[in-house]
């Protein structure tokens, strides 16, 4: 991520403005928006940033757990200094 995002990022993540639990959700869409390129389900592939985010507005709870922790690894081993949702 440039580092214009990661202070995009970092602005979605401690906006004041909202709920925590909002902006913990923006975060989460945030990088989710700019880090993944596909997710398969059930073998069904979902790709296109479109179909991705609304995959991911319309996923359980347990997918919710899935694609956060993904999130968490990716960054701590790709981006140690982005603080994670």
Known sequence: MTAKTRRAY???????????????????????????????INGVPTEGQRDLLLRLRAATTQERLFVRDALRRHCAEWFPDVEAP
């Open 10 to 40: 970092a602005a979605v993540l401690h906006d004041q403005s909202v709920s925590r639990e909002d902006a913990w959700h923006r975060a989460v869409e945030f990088l989710f928006e700019r880090l993944v390129v596909c997710w398969e």
